[in-house]
Nanobody, 120 residues
């Protein structure tokens, strides 16, 4: 199972970015999909999560600014980020968990991360 993020980059304060994450490989289905972030010298924190039934959970520090969504057919999760601020600068990681196919084990996989930098 592979988890690959894209869409990071540099943006000025107040700007917007959308991150994308695709899960591929051999598996039965994907359950929860989530975005985490890790600033320099900081721990990795949950940003937002969307379950298979589209229930969403957000960290307080992004409520009203970020939106998580998923496309179950494409095994993809998006994170739309608006009104970005310098404190949002971090490496953003996608996490996916799901069910193995046949006798394969369930999976809990991280992507490699994508850098988001917010500055003038």
């Amino acid at each position: 199972v592979q988890v690959v993020e894209s869409g990071g980059g540099w943006v000025q304060p107040g700007g917007s970015l959308t991150l994308s994450c695709v899960v591929s490989g051999r598996f039965y289905d994907v359950a929860d999909m989530a975005w985490y972030r890790q600033g320099e010298g900081s721990q990795r924190d949950l940003v937002a999560l969307v379950s298979a039934d589209y229930t969403t959970t957000y960290a307080d520090f992004v409520k009203g600014r970020f939106t998580i969504s998923r496309d179950n057919g494409k095994k993809r999760v998006l994170l739309e980020m608006t009104n970005l601020q310098p404190e949002d600068t971090a490496v953003y990681f996608c996490h996916a968990q799901g069910y193995g196919l046949d006798y394969d084990p369930d999976f809990f996989e991280w992507g490699q991360g994508t850098q988001v930098t917010v500055s003038w």
